[in-house]
Structure formats: structure tokens, C-alpha cells
């Protein structure tokens, strides 16, 4: 029997995309406050809303930008304004989406109206422990935290996110985290200590992807093929690779084989690659974000 990649447990990035799951079974109740709307938080909402399991009546956001706030009442229909402290006291849920070096003087604001609420973050460089810390004068009535790592295809409803859960969050509350992200693509619960690496590969894994593609079409430019043409057999090509690895969930090793015909053209081509050391380079950059990863959230 060939060997194949076993599906992971509960929660994993084999679980099915949301579209497939009981809409009635994802249906969030609770209030949600989002701080920030950026892109981030509009492609959350989006996919919210489109997969129909949380209505416009329970989510309001705030923001600095009015024209951010514009565009959540305009394209949402949810109430939207520039104080963060109301929004948060509104919401059972408060979804932190700010850049990471707005988080503290946002927390220090925010600490007051937050006992007995879920805090959802998904920014950069601020672990579970740095948010506690945020909250130690709260005593028992700290808020429960969950730490997110999403990526940019989140933007097209195609993104990967992993989630830390801290002390204290529930089953439930794990849930409703796993019900938001996965709206915009698929979800992995992993434990704390390995979000730097998470951020390593799927966080910054698009920017390389992003590079390859590039690289492809330039190749086919270079062999005659207008640039145009060679974008889109470049990235249509990744994007059907990647669901081939999905849906099969056979191992890449299997895949590649079967492209790879003996004495044709795949496998000089992959002779190439390896040759130049792309399976090491791909390990290497993996490594180095996940390190700068580690710096920048000590």
C-alpha cells in the first residue's frame, strides 16, 4: 500500500472548508467588537457574513480612519466609530486587529472594559504571555486570550490561520475562533511555542510563494511566452499543485513522481532545481523568518 500523509486530528488543516460544514452548527451569537478595520478585518467580516453565520446586528468595529469606518457601514452594514474603548465594552468578543506597535498603548485603553470578555489577536509578535501581562492587574477577571496567525490569501477567502488558545479559554471559545477564521480559509490549532514557526512558513510562506511565481512566468518569458500568458500558467499552475496536495492529501513526493516521466522534460527541470538548491534554500528561508519571528517577539 503506498504511503500516504494521515489526516491530523480535530481542528487540522484536513478538517473541511466551512462552505462544506452545517451552516446551523457555526452560527456565532455573541456580540463581536473588532478594533481595527483594516484589510484583515474586512476580509474576516466578509467571509463572516458570506458564509451567513453571524448577522451584521452583532458586529460593530472602530477604527482611527474614517474612511475605514465609512467602508464597514457602507459594505457591511455595521456600525462603525473611532472609540475603541466603546466598541470594546459593547462586544463579549473583542477581535484585536492593530499593528503591533499600536497594541500596547491600545491595551493599556482597552484593560478597564475587558473582564470576562474573549480577546482574539491576531497581532504579530505579542504572545499569549506578553497580552496576560497586560492584564495581571485584573486579577481573576483577566480576560481569556487566543493568539491567531493568519496570512494574506486570507484577503480571497483562501487563507491559512493557526490558533493558540491561552488558560482559561473553553471549548467554546475555541470554537467560535475556529468558526471566524475558517471563513476565510482553512484553520490549525497548534500550541503556543510553535507560532513562531507557523509565522515562518504560512505567515511569510506567500511572499515565497509569490517569488516562485514571479520566477516561473520570467522563465516563460524568457523561452518566447508573452508576460501576460506566463503569469497565468505560472499561478494557475501553483494554485492547482497546492489543491492537488489538499485534496488527494497524498505526500508532494508522490505528485511530483508522477509528473516526472523517465527521460523527459520534468525531470531535467527538477535536476535544475535542485541542483541550485531550492528544497535547502526553501528549509533556510523557513528558518531565518522563523528566527526574526523569535527576536522580534522577545
Known amino acids: 500500500m503506498p504511503w500516504r500523509w494521515k489526516k491530523a486530528p ?164 475555541a470554537e467560535l475562533a475556529r468558526t471566524l477564521f475558517e471563513s476565510v480559509g482553512r484553520v490549525v490549532m497548534v500550541e503556543e511555542r510553535l507560532m513562531d514557526a507557523v509565522t515562518g512558513l504560512s505567515g511569510s510562506g506567500p511572499a515565497y510563494v509569490f517569488l516562485a511565481i514571479e520566477a516561473l512566468a520570467d522563465g516563460g518569458v524568457k523561452m518566447g511566452l508573452p508576460r501576460s500568458v506566463a503569469a497565468l500558467l505560472a499561478a494557475q499552475t501553483v494554485l492547482g499543485a497546492a489543491k492537488m496536495v489538499l485534496e488527494t492529501e497524498e505526500h508532494p513526493a508522490r505528485l511530483k513522481d508522477r509528473v516526472a516521466s523517465p527521460g523527459g522534460t520534468t525531470i531535467a527541470g527538477l535536476h535544475e532545481l535542485e541542483q541550485g538548491g531550492l528544497r535547502a534554500t526553501l528549509i533556510a528561508a523557513v528558518e531565518a523568518a522563523t528566527n526574526r519571528s523569535k527576536e522580534l517577539g522577545s
Do not use: H, Y
Open 10 to 173: 480535530r481542528w487540522s488543516v484536513w478538517a473541511p472548508r466551512f462552505s462544506e460544514r452545517d451552516v446551523a452548527d457555526r452560527t456565532i451569537s455573541k456580540k463581536l467588537a473588532f478594533i481595527g478595520a483594516g484589510q484583515m478585518a474586512e476580509a474576516l467580516l466578509g467571509g463572516l457574513f458570506a458564509s451567513r453565520c453571524c448577522e451584521p446586528s452583532l458586529v460593530r468595529a472602530a477604527d482611527v480612519s474614517q474612511e475605514r469606518r465609512d467602508l464597514m457601514k457602507s459594505r457591511f452594514g455595521i456600525l462603525a466609530g473611532a472609540d475603541n474603548k466603546e466598541a470594546a465594552a459593547w462586544g463579549e468578543v473583542v477581535l484585536l486587529a492593530v499593528k503591533p506597535q499600536m497594541m500596547e498603548t491600545v491595551l493599556d485603553d482597552l484593560a478597564p472594559v475587558l473582564p470576562g470578555r474573549l480577546v482574539i489577536s491576531i497581532a504579530a509578535g505579542w504572545s499569549i504571555g506578553s497580552l496576560g501581562r497586560r492584564f495581571e492587574k485584573l486579577g481573576d477577571k483577566a480576560p481569556r486570550v487566543v493568539r491567531v496567525m493568519p496570512n494574506t490569501p486570507a484577503l480571497v477567502r483562501e487563507g491559512m490561520s493557526a490558533i493558540a488558545c491561552g488558560s482559561g479559554v473553553s471549548e467554546a471559545d
